[in-house]
């Protein structure tokens, strides 16, 4: 075979094929050759007929990259396809690492392109509502990459900092403590009651969707390929819906026909926003709190407290044109 | 119009067609009525012809979902578009909300489906490498809705534990000093030569990706269509590409064309993964060492280590079988 290799990293989305984007169909039609795990091969079996394939297990990323570099050398159009998005926790990373160890650079005659898709955690929010309204955290809870205390610092500063969190890798035949240690440092942080959902297979055949509570997480049936959803301190479920509010409420009388509150207004930072907080905050220094103080009320460090403190703030900023957002 | 309405949340991507999903696609052409952005409905023309469009302004999502709703009700087929996922800071909140404050539930007349997509977290990624190969965060730096203790919070916690962050809504015309706040809370934890991805319109016409640092990253152009990626303590810049280690290098000696290093087993969790870490804090408390000596040198909450340590653990487990994962 002659002419340039290339090796397309493509994300297939959750795996029903009406949720693959036309980049990721059209990747997987170029391609000489499909390499990937087994079970995401099977996904895509509809449009893969009469090309090479290249199957591997689960543990053998290092060797799909390895494979996917040998064939694109050799000329040939090679689909490394993963679940979802193949930058997120996909062969995105592990794929330039070999490719950087074997001296590839951007100039090379073999070309990459990263085919983006919706990640566990997009398909997951779709089906059980509309978890990801605000701040959130995707972490991995297998340890056969990462050492624990890593992975325990992590969960334990996103529960306090109160993110809604997506669990990849929740459990595994050999990792079943893992989601027991992660709802232990959530509950010294979150409410027994917070609202958990656990969706396995989402959009695939065996689709499974159940909601708990943060306080018997541990106790529900989580896979391999559950992806496991924990709300923040205002996420709720209603008519079997996981929802994390914006904030609307925050700036609008939801009750009465959403009229803005006093003192807020339509379009503009809220009067607890940062300027608004400054201001609260030169005024209690002024009158007398101390950095200290002022660090405990308002769960900063105090460092922090004391930075801001001492950089002016322009009110003419105030006055700029505000292109509008949430 | 007689029959049941429907309101689908499309998720389009980054903007063009091609990384739009087939459902994405479908929902758009099944809709008689479209209503979304402005900017939205530009970048969806092609599929919009003849269709009852209602173009709205970025702060009217309370709007667009209470219009989305008479019309639905009016037994239309509605298509309500967000950039990217419906359901990342999209309209698949303020539309829930709404409908939930209508008395609408699930059995009501009007059905609700989600369309997710790629967020703009997946295209900027793809775009700049693979920086979300390892554990992430999104956070807005919005304070529109959101005061701004909570977001400061945020990032000083998923700063400290070392998470590669995405910062949504970064800067706007009016909104220029929170891009600096963010600066100075990932100072005081990161390096200052952490790599930041700054993307602009992503996969649209006026595509613009600049690669600078943590130091630097304030004064750098960022406006409402930029996505901020920042990058964790291993996350590094190569040929132009921004790559997170996914964590082989803790198991395989990449030098060494992969050979398994000392005390790893391929397939199986790290020495340090949560088992092997259990055996060593009960080994180091058994030789005397303190629950606040070992919460200082594991750096986790002293009450989370003597909880640990309190629960025995079964060595059966590791014999369980492994389907294997990364």
Known sequence: MSGAGKIMLVGIGPGSVEHMTQRARDAIAESDVVIGYVTYIKLVADLIEGKE?????????????????????????????????????????????????????????????????????????ALVGAPLTHDFCAISLSDLLTPWPTIARRLDAVAMADFVVALYNPKS???????????????????????????????RRRQNIVFTTLDSMADADIGMLSTVLIGNSNTFVRHGLMVTPRGYANKYDMEEGGATREGEKAGRSLSTGLLGWLETLQAEHAAGDSVELLAERHRLPADYIRATLEEPWEATEAAATEEGEA
């Open 173 to 203: 035949g050999r990792r079943t403590r893992q989601i027991v240690e992660a709802q232990r440092l959530f509950l010294r942080h979150r409410r027994p009651d917070t609202p958990v959902a656990i969706v396995k297979s989402g959009y």
């Open 53 to 125: 394939i290249i199957r591997k297990s689960m543990t053998e990323e290092l060797d799909r990259a390895v494979s996917a570099l040998e064939a694109a050398r050799a000329g040939k159009k090679v689909a490394l396809i993963s679940s979802g998005d193949a930058g997120v926790y996909g062969m995105a990373g592990p794929t330039y690492e070999v490719l950087f160890q074997a001296g590839w650079t951007p100039e090379d005659a073999v070309q990459v392109e990263i085919v983006p898709g919706a990640s566990a955690l997009n398909s997951c929010a």
